[in-house]
């Protein structure tokens, strides 16, 4: 038998080790953070991303140019900019001659020095200091709702470019920083309707979700549900013949589908289960059967491991005629491996899941044409399109030059400019408005 003071040595140690592993765990506690401080985090990385961002310089001077147009108090190079600006409604889309396609290239590089030069302005100078879009465009009806104010403009440019975005397939449009900078400007005031208040959240949510910011899109995503569910029928306008508790449901629905994508971005299949059963039966009370309602139950059933089930429910997808055909293969190609394999089914766990549900729910609302005349009228939406397909076509003549290519373009245009007996490198330097020296290319 070891001595007394041998085994009392060895509990000492003993005791002091499980105090130290204690200690150790309590601080590793200590270092995991909490969602809030995450959502914190990504919250600070948008808001950079905002001041940073590239994409927000022409659009923003574009807004700025419109709203401050015949003002006294505009700025003069935003004066400036709206003579380039304009002389940019009547080029061609698609160019034929080379004369042409340098004329247009010209026109577009011209406009772009224009907005760089208007960058320090941007600095000083707000939109918001000048009468809002609906009135220069549409001065002579009524606002599009009660207690219109910048914020709902803002409110109401995010939720179009989310929109123009999910209906188009070839990704032009770099929605996500626009989405943003509209968002932070749409502050909810007491005046505004409180179903547009929700939504609000509702879009900050999916902005979030869909640029992978999933801790601040899970706080925006409980809040609107929280607000929705605790606003009563009556506050929510019945849409294209739906009672106001039918609105109510479905927008209850559409945050509970939202929230369960964000979940799964979080690796958080079990709460993502539970918020899509939860939409599936918020639609079964307004009697909605399409895309949406094909995809949940058929996630459902394969959740319970119900795999005959859910491919039943993938096959009607698979043969929807809002899919494009490579969708349908794709989602077909799911069904039919499900069969095979069960537990295999990829397509529920990517984001490719929701490009697809998303796009044949515009396909089936008839594009966003047809959704902004539901939701304006046909002449208002002709009026409100127009000009966001103009910016468009604006955007993609400006908006793509970096730095590095905008110096790139410069170039090329100065050579043709020798071929064609133009003005020279001074000429375009004075262009530039530097010189022979300073002339600041960056944004």
Same mark, same amino acid.
């Given at each position: 038998?070891?001595?007394?003071?041998?085994?009392?040595?060895?509990?000492?140690?003993?005791?002091?080790?499980?105090?130290?592993?204690?200690?150790?765990?309590?601080?590793?506690?200590?270092?995991?953070?909490?969602?809030?401080?995450?959502?914190?985090?990504?919250?600070?990385?948008?808001?950079?991303?905002?001041?940073?961002?590239?994409?927000?310089?022409?659009?923003?001077?574009?807004?700025?140019?419109?709203?401050?147009?015949?003002?006294?108090?505009?700025?003069?190079?935003?004066?400036?900019?709206?003579?380039?600006?304009?002389?940019?409604?009547?080029?061609?889309?698609?160019?034929?001659?080379?004369?042409?396609?340098?004329?247009?290239?010209?026109?577009?590089?011209?406009?772009?020095?224009?907005?760089?030069?208007?960058?320090?302005?941007?600095?000083?100078?707000?939109?918001?200091?000048?009468?809002?879009?609906?009135?220069?465009?549409?001065?002579?009806?009524?606002?599009?709702?009660?207690?219109?104010?910048?914020?709902?403009?803002?409110?109401?440019?995010?939720?179009?470019?989310?929109?123009?975005?999910?209906?188009?397939?070839?990704?032009?449009?770099?929605?996500?920083?626009?989405?943003?900078?509209?968002?932070?400007?749409?502050?909810?005031?007491?005046?505004?309707?409180?179903?547009?208040?929700?939504?609000?959240?509702?879009?900050?949510?999916?902005?979030?979700?869909?640029?992978?910011?999933?801790?601040?899109?899970?706080?925006?995503?409980?809040?609107?549900?929280?607000?929705?569910?605790?606003?009563?029928?009556?506050?929510?306008?019945?849409?294209?013949?739906?009672?106001?508790?039918?609105?109510?449901?479905?927008?209850?629905?559409?945050?509970?589908?939202?929230?369960?994508?964000?979940?799964?971005?979080?690796?958080?299949?079990?709460?993502?289960?539970?918020?899509?059963?939860?939409?599936?039966?918020?639609?079964?009370?307004?009697?909605?059967?399409?895309?949406?309602?094909?995809?949940?139950?058929?996630?459902?059933?394969?959740?319970?491991?119900?795999?005959?089930?859910?491919?039943?429910?993938?096959?009607?997808?698979?043969?929807?005629?809002?899919? @494009?055909?490579?969708?349908?293969?794709?989602?077909?190609?799911?069904?039919?491996?499900?069969?095979?394999?069960?537990?295999?089914?990829?397509?529920?766990?990517?984001?490719?899941?929701?490009?697809?549900?998303?796009?044949?729910?515009?396909?089936?609302? @008839?594009?966003?044409?047809?959704?902004?005349?539901?939701?304006?009228?046909?002449?208002?939406?002709?009026?409100?399109?127009?000009?966001?397909?103009?910016?468009?076509?604006?955007?993609?003549?400006?908006?793509?030059?970096?730095?590095?290519?905008?110096?790139?373009?410069?170039?090329?245009?100065?050579?043709?400019?020798?071929?064609?007996?133009?003005?020279?490198?001074?000429?375009?330097?004075?262009?530039?408005?530097?010189?022979?020296?300073?002339?600041?290319?960056?944004?």
């Amino acid at each position: 038998m070891p001595p007394v003071d041998a085994l009392s040595s060895s509990r000492q140690l003993r005791a002091r080790a499980a105090s130290l592993a204690l200690a150790l765990l309590s601080a590793c506690g200590g270092c995991q953070k909490t969602d809030a401080a995450r959502a914190a985090e990504e919250r600070a990385t948008i808001e950079k991303r905002i001041r940073d961002s590239y994409t927000l310089v022409p659009y923003r001077a574009l807004k700025l140019t419109m709203r401050s147009e015949g003002e006294a108090n505009a700025p003069a190079e935003i004066a400036a900019l709206w003579g380039a600006l304009d002389e940019t409604r009547h080029l061609p889309e698609n160019a034929v001659t080379e004369e042409e396609t340098r004329r247009v290239a010209q026109k577009y590089l011209d406009l772009g020095i224009a907005f760089y030069k208007a960058r320090k302005t941007l600095q000083k100078r707000d939109e918001d200091e000048f009468p809002l879009l609906w009135t220069k465009w549409l001065n002579d009806t009524p606002p599009l709702l009660p207690g219109y104010d910048a914020g709902q403009e803002h409110a109401v440019l995010a939720a179009l470019w989310l929109l123009l975005d999910s209906s188009d397939r070839s990704n032009r449009v770099p929605a996500t920083e626009l989405v943003f900078y509209e968002l932070s400007r749409a502050t909810p005031q007491p005046a505004w309707l409180p179903a547009l208040r929700a939504v609000v959240r509702a879009n900050r949510g999916l902005s979030f979700c869909d640029a992978g910011y999933h801790y601040a899109a899970e706080e925006e995503l409980n809040a609107f549900l929280a607000e929705t569910e605790a606003l009563p029928a009556e506050d929510f306008p019945g849409i294209k013949g739906a009672t106001a508790e039918q609105s109510r449901e479905t927008l209850l629905a559409a945050g509970y589908f939202l929230r369960a994508r964000n979940r799964m971005g979080l690796k958080r299949e079990r709460l993502a289960e539970e918020d899509i059963e939860r939409g599936l039966r918020s639609l079964e009370k307004v009697g909605v059967e399409n895309e949406l309602t094909w995809w949940g139950w058929a996630f459902i059933h394969f959740r319970r491991e119900r795999y005959e089930q859910s491919a039943k429910y993938l096959d009607k997808l698979a043969a929807s005629p809002y899919l @494009g055909e490579k969708e349908r293969r794709e989602v077909q190609a799911s069904a039919d491996e499900l069969r095979r394999h069960g537990e295999q089914l990829p397509i529920f766990l990517q984001a490719r899941a929701a490009l697809i549900l998303g796009q044949a729910l515009v396909a089936r609302a @008839g594009g966003l044409e047809n959704l902004l005349v539901i939701v304006l009228g046909p002449e208002r939406a002709k009026q409100v399109y127009a000009p966001i397909a103009w910016m468009d076509r604006v955007r993609q003549g400006v908006g793509a030059l970096t730095p590095e290519k905008f110096a790139h373009e410069a170039a090329g245009t100065l050579d043709k400019a020798r071929e064609a007996g133009g003005e020279g490198l001074e000429a375009l330097k004075q262009k530039l408005g530097g010189g022979s020296g300073g002339t600041e290319m960056r944004p």
